[in-house]
């Protein structure tokens, strides 16, 4: 049951939110095996689709914090919202590099995209996650 819920059907949501989580869970997690379980010649494609299922991973996660979370825990319940933020920033950041990926790959008429652009997009996704940090932190100084 979520803690202190007035919704008559509180505990379905509850049950709702914890099958989809651990649905989520096992889907990302069995992504991230597959793509290491491939051969070498990882393309920029492939990394980008695992980097997603990474940061889904800890979204899933958070997911699963706040379920279990008490009333009064202050730290915990911050912890749990910094997870949760920096997942859904790398996972938006991630999947719009994977449509800039595929727009360069369709309209440039090329085989693959270079493994620079991967390097470039998870730079660029960490220095982001870094900031959505910092920048509070810096307003509060």
């Not at 991230?32 to 997603?52: G, Q």
């Not at 911050?78 to 727009?103: D, H, N, V």
């Not at 940090?133 to 810096?138: G, K, Q, T």
């Amino acid at each position: 049951m979520i803690p202190g819920s007035n919704l008559p059907h509180a505990s379905l949501l509850f049950n709702l939110d914890l099958i989809s989580t651990i649905l989520s869970t096992v889907a990302s997690v069995w992504m991230i095996y597959s793509c290491f379980k491939l051969p070498s010649p990882k393309n920029t494609s492939l990394k980008l689709i695992m980097a997603v299922a990474i940061a889904d991973l800890f979204y899933s996660i958070a997911n699963i914090m706040s379920n279990f979370q008490t009333p009064g825990n202050d730290d915990f319940c911050i912890f749990e919202a910094y997870i949760r933020q920096a997942a859904f920033l790398l996972s938006m950041f991630f999947s719009t590099m994977i449509a800039i990926a595929s727009y360069k790959i369709s309209a440039l008429q090329i085989n693959s995209t270079r493994n620079s652009f991967f390097a470039y997009s998870l730079m660029v996704g960490v220095l982001l996650c870094l900031l959505q940090f910092a920048i509070p932190y810096l307003l509060s100084l």
